[in-house]
């Protein structure tokens, strides 16, 4: 295995964040898109039916 040069080195850091940018972005996305269900859940249906809504999410994701 050869060593990586000094331009390899300095556009990996780069590469990593270009890549991983749009992981970030859907995680984010998918997180507030599921909290903004529970607010709604609670707020038309009331605290028990989001906390069983939450249940459900949680069980769904496992």
Same mark, same amino acid.
């Given at each position: 295995m050869r060593a990586l040069s000094r331009?390899? /080195?300095k556009a990996y850091p780069r590469y990593m964040l270009?890549?991983?940018g749009a992981l970030i972005?859907?995680?984010i996305?998918?997180?507030l898109y599921t909290r903004l269900?529970?607010?709604r859940v609670s707020y038309? /249906?009331?605290v028990k039916e989001a906390g069983v809504?939450?249940?459900a999410l949680t069980?769904?994701?496992a």
């Open positions: 331009k390899q /080195l270009a890549s991983g972005f859907s995680v996305a998918g997180a269900n529970q607010f038309f /249906l009331g809504f939450s249940v069980l769904s994701d």
